[in-house]
């Protein structure tokens, strides 16, 4: 079961995986025009290693955002799979990559989670 929306520092997350610049740009654009972030990095609850939102957490690198919206999950009760057909990672290789920082290829890991409410919070609630 997920904790509800916490803020965090987005330093304090580990990521897994690479990022596509341009799509940094398209979320840093789009946080900026609607002033908000709309969806929270969805992470492994014991080591913060970030399971899905690299690039929202890449832009609020970016932006210099102070905190970020965080949904944390017990792994055990999250679905893994992977958008490649070549990788099959693992739960103990994704929480390996998190902590060594030997990250997959951008768009390896699929990660589904129990359905949420999406809710807005203002960017200068983030600062």
């Keep these: 079961m997920s904790d509800p929306v916490i803020l965090l520092a987005p330093s304090d997350l580990r990521p897994t995986e690479a990022v596509c610049p341009d799509q940094v740009r398209a979320v840093i654009a789009l946080m900026?025009?609607?002033q908000a972030w709309t969806q929270p990095i969805c992470?492994?609850?014991?080591?913060?290693?970030?399971?899905?939102?690299?690039h929202r957490h890449a832009a609020a690198l970016q932006l210099g955002l102070a905190r970020v919206p965080v949904?944390?999950?017990?792994?055990?009760?999250?679905?893994?799979?992977?958008?490649?057909?070549?990788?099959?990672?693992?739960?103990?290789?994704?929480?390996?990559?998190?902590?060594?920082?030997?990250?997959?290829?951008?768009?390896?890991?699929?990660?589904?989670?129990?359905?949420?409410?999406?809710?807005?919070?203002?960017?200068?609630?983030?600062?």
């Design 71 to 127: 949904r944390a999950f017990d792994y055990a009760e999250v679905e893994l799979a992977s958008w490649r057909a070549d990788w099959k990672p693992t739960r103990e290789d994704v929480l390996r990559r998190a902590r060594t920082g030997a990250l997959y290829p951008a768009k390896t890991t699929r990660h589904t989670f129990a359905p949420s409410v999406a809710t807005a919070l203002p960017l200068q609630r983030l600062i």
């Design 43 to 54: 992470v492994e609850r014991t080591t913060l290693a970030i399971l899905d939102g690299h």
């Design 32 to 34: 900026i025009a609607e």
